[in-house]
């Protein structure tokens, strides 16, 4: 069992960058390994539905990724719940060589692969972002007399789509110009590395000189929310320094900020001409048609569909952010898929609510989970996760019973907060606690967290 649980988080950590959140979300996330037989990799959905699903439209992504990763299996079997009785006695196979031909060597390739100039939808609000990025990606580092993309700034707000055109000009060149060598890099992650590159110079030179290496020796270098930089230890000395040392060899410099040049307190005056010497471009937040054709753009990349008024529902009621655009979606999705209904305007209406629903003080889910957690010494991934140890179930049992009891929650959320379970377990945990809370333990228990929690 633990080989097959092993390979299959591989796959899924290859899935959840692949698959759109939604899909990885809904379909793939509660899919469990369960054995490999005879060759044979067996896995296991909740529900008929999920199986289904999973089997028409998400084989071919989780063959593909399981050959990426060199792991070959003469089939791949999906079970429900009810059937796993027959397989999680069996012993798995042993035999590796039968799993796995030589690993092969897994392209490395850092960039989100969803993120590609394909999947961006283009409207008035990000088309010359979309451009400029897509001319730098065909031509990095290209600098002729009429015009300069060097560095390449965008700016704009959160969940606009900068950090995806980054990531599209990466996978671009991964698949068309793989010899270009390429980084991406947040700036908190620049600043990290830069510091303890610095901390360890008195005992090792050569962390600092690697460090700048490596940034001045790529052909193009993408720094991610620079509105981030801060004045502080040298830190913009050694960017000005590695962006003149690349601009001087004709290397591309792309830059992401969520304001202009002008508008970040924090930088040097020279660092500013410098990110203001090429070419900046704004993304704005998408007028209603662009924001449509996203979510049809998602849809269809979930193999999902909607009606126009829920869709148009939703592209009017979240105006500004893509990111939340998308998670808005995925709760509708996922909301109906746990109730098991088409969603319907009203459904979508609910699944939007759900979350939003609070009972005067601000207790949420989130809180009494951390309580329970803290409690009982436990992880939140312990408390949501599948693990039935006598001390983990009971402390899910209690957390549940608190949010049932303080919460108004329908039943398929609060499942849904705890790994996709089903609303009878719910009930099950709820009434199990409330006839015990005369033993005294449990009852003691509950009052301690309750008092940890103020109510
Ligand atoms: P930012 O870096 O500007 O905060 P992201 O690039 O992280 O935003 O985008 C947030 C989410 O919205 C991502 O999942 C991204 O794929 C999606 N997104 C943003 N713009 C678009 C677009 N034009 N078309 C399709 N998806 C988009
Ligand atoms: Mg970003």
Wanted: net charge negative.
């Amino acid at each position: 069992m633990e080989k097959a649980i092993n390979i299959w988080n591989e796959v899924k950590k290859e899935l959840s960058n692949k698959l759109s959140a939604t899909a990885y979300l809904v379909w793939i996330n509660s899919i469990e390994a369960i054995t490999i037989k005879d060759g044979e990799l067996v896995l296991c959905a909740p529900s008929k539905n999920s199986r289904d699903t999973v089997v028409k439209n998400y084989m071919e992504d989780i063959k593909f990724c399981l050959n990426i990763l060199g792991y070959s299996f003469t089939s791949i079997l999906v079970i429900t719940e009810d059937e796993k009785q027959f397989f999680v006695t069996e012993e798995e196979d042993d035999t590796l060589a039968l799993l796995k031909e030589a690993k092969k060597e897994k392209p490395v390739n850092p960039f989100v692969s969803k993120y590609t100039f394909d999947n961006f939808v283009v409207g008035d609000s990000n088309r010359l972002a979309f451009a400029s990025a897509k001319a730098v990606a065909e031509n990095p580092g290209l600098n002729d007399n009429l015009l300069s993309l060097n560095p390449l700034y965008i700016y704009g707000g959160v969940g606009l789509g900068k950090t995806h055109l980054l990531h599209s000009i990466g996978n671009y060149l991964a698949e068309n110009n793989p010899s270009v060598k390429v980084i991406y890099v947040p700036t908190e992650t620049l600043t990290n590395e830069y510091f303890a590159s610095l901390s360890k110079y008195s005992s090792d030179k050569d962390a600092y000189r690697n460090f700048r290496e490596k940034y001045t020796s790529c052909d193009v270098l993408m720094i991610d929310d620079v509105q981030f930089l801060q004045r502080k230890g040298g830190l913009q000395d050694i960017i000005f320094h590695i962006f003149n040392a690349l601009y001087m060899n004709g290397k591309q410099i792309v830059l992401s900020s969520d304001r202009s040049p002008r508008e970040i307190n924090d930088i040097e005056d020279r660092l500013r001409t410098r990110f203001e010497g090429g070419l900046m471009t704004d993304i704005d937040t998408p007028n209603i048609e662009t924001r449509i054709a996203i979510i049809i753009k998602k849809l269809e990349k979930e193999k999902v569909t909607l009606s126009d008024d829920i869709i148009y529902f939703l592209a009017e009621k979240i105006n500004t952010n893509i990111r939340e655009l998308e998670g808005s979606l995925l709760k509708v999705i996922m909301y109906s898929q746990l109730i098991n209904k088409v969603p319907t305007l009203e459904i979508a209406k609910e699944a939007l609510k759900v979350d939003t629903i609070e009972n005067g003080s601000n207790i949420d889910s989130n809180k009494i989970i951390e309580a329970v957690c803290q409690y009982f010494r436990i992880s939140q991934n312990e408390i949501v996760g599948k693990k039935r140890t006598k001390e983990i179930a009971e402390a899910r049992m209690i957390a549940i019973y608190l949010i049932r009891e303080l919460l108004d929650l329908p039943l398929v959320t609060i499942g849904q907060i705890f790994g996709g379970r089903d609303h009878s377990t719910i009930i099950y945990s709820h009434e199990k606690i409330s006839q015990s809370l005369n033993n005294t333990k449990v009852g003691i228990q509950i009052k301690d967290i309750r008092s940890m929690l103020k109510i």
